[in-house]
């Protein structure tokens, strides 16, 4: 994704969705402090991109 970023960041826009399936607010600052993402961060409180996307509760790439 940071290569991807880094071709076309001035083309596109990048959102990372972290949904509330099994962690909280806290757990994804915690984990985003760890390994830094690019792009813009959105919380998916209800879980709704995760079902939409039938995304497993592992990391998960859409690109749309």
């Keep these: 994704m940071a290569a991807a970023h880094e071709a076309h960041g001035e083309e ?3 959102l990372v969705v972290a949904a509330a399936v099994a ?3 806290d ?3 915690r984990h985003i402090q760890r390994r ?3 792009g ?9 991109a995760a079902r939409a996307f ?3 509760g592992t990391g ?5």
């Design 12 to 14: 596109v826009e990048f």
């Design 23 to 25: 962690q909280d607010r």
């Design 27 to 29: 757990d994804v600052r």
């Design 36 to 38: 830094p993402v690019v």
């Design 40 to 48: 813009r961060i959105l919380w998916d409180v209800r879980g709704r």
């Design 54 to 56: 039938e995304a497993p």
């Design 60 to 64: 998960y790439i859409v690109i749309l």
